[in-house]
């Protein structure tokens, strides 16, 4: 199995989505607008040529703006991988952290519906992902664990490269332990590896540090914890 230290995480955030523009955060699990797609497509262009070769496993969250996100930039990818019998895993984990409409997906039956989607496996959507209580709750401590599970889960898959599609606050604390509100631009990929290997990590926190950003398609536009704690 490959060392933590060796892996590469390919942290991405979504393309633009309507919540983004119109700062309006009661639209149910926002999908992109039309310069999102675009910015979508200029990941695809401008990625399918290195990490979209090399990577071993497409990892997204199950809201509309990543999936649309994954469905169009990670083309080649999802392409490659498919005909290798490695669907893209949808993880309610990584689901954006607010309880606002914004950030709360779509039942399993609605995505399973959606054209844009077809092919996809949504098998790993149980009823309560959406729910926002316990393991998916708002609150800081719920939102630590999350992360935490989430890193832990990428260090414990034994493929090497993963390229993984989320959410700007959900990226902050996966790679920051909180909301530090650094910013994460529209289409921001970076790439990460494990600060430590698995017996040197005492804690279990699993934590990533960064190597280099790989390409920004869009801007620094504001997540749904800007409007929270605007006050």
């Given at each position: 199995m490959v060392k933590a230290t060796e892996k590469r995480?390919?942290?991405?955030?979504?393309?633009?989505?309507?919540?983004?523009?119109a700062e309006d955060y009661t639209i149910h699990d926002a999908p992109l607008t039309a310069l999102g797609r675009?910015?979508?497509?200029?990941?695809?262009k401008d990625t399918k040529e290195t990490i979209q070769q090399t990577a071993e496993l497409l990892?997204?969250?199950?809201?509309?703006?990543?999936?649309?996100t994954t469905a169009i930039g990670y083309a080649t990818l999802r392409k490659r991988l498919e005909e290798q019998g490695?669907?893209?895993?949808?993880?309610?984990?990584?689901?954006?952290?607010?309880?606002?409409?914004?950030?709360?997906?779509?039942p399993r039956e609605v995505?399973?519906?959606?054209?844009?989607?077809?092919?996809?496996?949504?098998?790993?959507?149980?009823?309560d992902w959406t729910s926002k209580a316990g393991f998916y709750a708002a609150t800081s401590s719920a939102l630590k664990a999350r992360a935490r599970w989430n890193r832990r889960w990428l260090r414990e898959r034994p493929e090497r490269d993963i390229v993984l599609v989320a959410?700007?606050?959900?990226?902050?604390?996966?790679?920051?332990?909180?909301?530090?509100?650094?910013p994460w631009a529209n289409v921001e990929v970076r790439e990460y590896t494990f600060k430590v290997e698995d017996e040197e990590d005492t804690d279990g926190d699993a934590w990533l540090v960064e190597v280099k950003k790989v390409v920004q398609e869009g801007a620094d536009l504001p997540t749904s914890s800007s409007e929270r704690f605007s006050a």
């Amino acid at each position: 199995m490959v060392k933590a230290t060796e892996k590469r995480i390919y942290l991405t955030r979504h393309a633009q989505a309507e919540h983004n523009v119109a700062e309006d955060y009661t639209i149910h699990d926002a999908p992109l607008t039309a310069l999102g797609r675009q910015q979508a497509a200029n990941l695809h262009k401008d990625t399918k040529e290195t990490i979209q070769q090399t990577a071993e496993l497409l990892v997204t969250s199950g809201l509309k703006r990543t999936l649309t996100t994954t469905a169009i930039g990670y083309a080649t990818l999802r392409k490659r991988l498919e005909e290798q019998g490695k669907g893209v895993v949808v993880l309610p984990q990584l689901q954006e952290c607010n309880d606002l409409p914004c950030d709360t997906g779509s039942p399993r039956e609605v995505l399973e519906a959606d054209p844009e989607y077809a092919g996809i496996d949504f098998s790993t959507l149980t009823p309560d992902w959406t729910s926002k209580a316990g393991f998916y709750a708002a609150t800081s401590s719920a939102l630590k664990a999350r992360a935490r599970w989430n890193r832990r889960w990428l260090r414990e898959r034994p493929e090497r490269d993963i390229v993984l599609v989320a959410h700007g606050d959900c990226l902050r604390y996966i790679t920051d332990g909180e909301n530090s509100f650094k910013p994460w631009a529209n289409v921001e990929v970076r790439e990460y590896t494990f600060k430590v290997e698995d017996e040197e990590d005492t804690d279990g926190d699993a934590w990533l540090v960064e190597v280099k950003k790989v390409v920004q398609e869009g801007a620094d536009l504001p997540t749904s914890s800007s409007e929270r704690f605007s006050a």
